[in-house]
């Protein structure tokens, strides 16, 4: 397990990263993964139902992907349900283990509640998580276009209708990760979404993955804004 702590934009949070042991099945796994972060969190005064703002998992194979994710969903519920993204990525272990975890924790700011927003109907997935001056959006896919320019052109079009729910908009994005599938070039990705200009690139990541939830996604989205 990796640990770090981190005060970003004026905020303390804790990053984890984490595979699972050896287990009986994919599910032990995938249960352990979380009862190792809990106890993780705990040495930091913080908890799985109240702090953690976001969560990606990982897993080796599809069925991997599909049970650490649902896992997950039992795991986070009412006000403790987070931004979350999910990954098909062997490349991501280290170890045997069928399944991953990244997580990360924020203290309670001073000012201001934490608060869900679902979609209607209900989803695996929130439409933003507000607390203190933080707004953490869901990864975000599109599985209706075929090419990656008009995925990531639809996705930047709705992550900016959820921004402006919460009072933001590009100006406040502080972070954006791009978990793009192994199949395209970063460099072409990075240079289209200069050119749309308004996402902020100073401070993002690319990953390289091979799959999502369902076949012919191309890439995964995550903003984070400071409010």
């Not at 042991?21 to 009862?35: D, H, K, N």
């Not at 399944?99 to 929130?126: C, F, K």
């Not at 507000?130 to 959006?137: D, I, Y």
Request: charged fraction near 20%.
């Amino acid at each position: 397990m990796r640990q770090k702590t981190i005060n970003f934009m004026g905020q303390r949070l804790v990053s984890l990263a984490l595979e699972a042991g050896a287990g009986p099945t994919i599910e032990r796994q995938s249960q352990a993964l979380f009862e190792r972060a809990a106890a993780a969190l705990a040495t930091h005064g913080l908890a799985l139902d109240r702090n953690v703002v976001r969560t990606r998992v990982f897993g080796r194979s599809r069925e991997a992907r599909d049970v650490v994710s649902a896992v997950r969903g039992k795991l986070f519920e009412g006000a403790a349900r987070a931004a979350t993204s999910s990954y098909i990525a062997p490349a991501y272990f280290a170890s045997a283990a069928d399944v991953g975890l990244d997580l990360l924790a924020m203290a309670a700011p001073a000012i201001g509640n934490r608060q869900v927003s679902e979609h209607a109907p209900a989803q695996p997935y929130i439409r933003h998580l507000t607390w203190g001056p933080m707004v953490f959006l869901a990864g975000m896919t599109c599985e209706t276009l075929p090419t990656l320019r008009e995925q990531y052109t639809d996705v930047l079009a709705r992550a900016g209708a959820l921004l402006a729910e919460t009072g933001c908009d590009w100006n406040n994005v502080v972070h954006a990760a791009f978990f793009l599938h192994r199949s395209e070039d970063p460099s072409a990705l990075l240079d289209g979404i200069a050119a749309i200009g308004s996402v902020p690139l100073d401070n993002c990541e690319v990953e390289q993955v091979d799959g999502y939830s369902r076949p012919g996604k191309l890439i995964e989205i995550e903003i984070t804004a400071k409010r």
